[in-house]
């Protein structure tokens, strides 16, 4: 497909229990960001990934909250412990290239309910 | 910091009526401002950025320097513009985007 993939589309756990949520971003996009949207919140930061440099995790809430990009491409959140606050919308987005431009190209996102 | 605020969370208008969604932001250098959109069902997308001084589906936002401001405006609200709206703010050279809480908009028919 030719836009921002993630899966699983919905997901529902038990609080304690490890979640992994996916995203392939769009091919040829270098930049990958993720964000949480949360009813009140707005939609937060999380992490962002350029090409092979260090990404910028100073979005993550907590230390249970990792995020890899493997090859430069499909990039994986990862929840340890889910809490019931970790409860929201995680929105994964991809860009052309360094720089911002604004434009980000956002997938349908991963659901996440922890009860 | 970078902070982006939209003082209305819910908003509600009449088809034709003029809409305004309200955007304030706090930052100290120069910024670059920007509306995304999300329609029911569908993904976040960009709407229009405030230095291509576009109007886009009849919408249109000026940034204001002096008042820290980019509200998002439209004379005739029409009922497809039902939809959640972020405005966001970056900086030249910055890596990501800081949105706001967002407003959902409402036209009434």
């Known amino acids: 497909g030719a836009g921002v993939s993630q899966s699983p589309s919905n997901k529902v756990t038990e609080k304690g229990k490890d979640v992994e949520l996916r995203c392939d971003p769009i091919?040829?996009?270098?930049?990958l960001y993720w964000y949480r949207q949360s009813l009140g919140q707005g939609l937060e930061f999380l992490i962002y990934f350029q090409g092979n440099s260090a990404p910028d995790k100073s979005g993550l809430p907590s230390d249970r909250f990792s995020a890899e990009r493997t090859g430069g491409s499909v990039s994986t959140l990862t929840i340890q412990r889910t809490q019931q606050e970790d409860s929201a919308v995680y929105l994964c987005?991809?860009?052309?290239?360094?720089?911002?431009?604004?434009?980000?190209?956002f997938g349908e996102g991963s659901r996440l309910t922890v009860l | 910091a970078q902070r982006v605020t939209q003082p209305e969370k819910l908003l509600s208008v009449f088809k034709g009526a003029p809409v305004e969604l309200k955007c304030n932001y706090s930052?100290?250098?120069?910024?670059?401002l920007f509306w995304y959109v999300q329609y029911s069902r569908q993904r976040l997308q960009l709407l229009l950025r405030h230095i291509s001084r576009e109007s886009i589906k009849g919408f249109t936002a000026d940034l204001n320097k002096g008042e820290t401001s980019f509200h998002l405006k439209k004379p005739f609200a029409q009922e497809e513009d039902s939809a959640m709206y972020y405005c966001?703010?970056?900086?030249?050279?910055?890596?990501?985007?800081?949105f706001g809480q967002g407003t959902r908009l409402t036209i009434n028919p």
């Open positions: 966001a703010l970056t900086s030249q050279g910055a890596q990501k985007l800081v």
């Open positions: 930052y100290s250098g120069s910024p670059e």
């Open positions: 091919s040829g996009h270098t930049a």
């Open positions: 987005a991809s860009s052309l290239g360094a720089g911002l431009s604004g434009e980000l190209f």
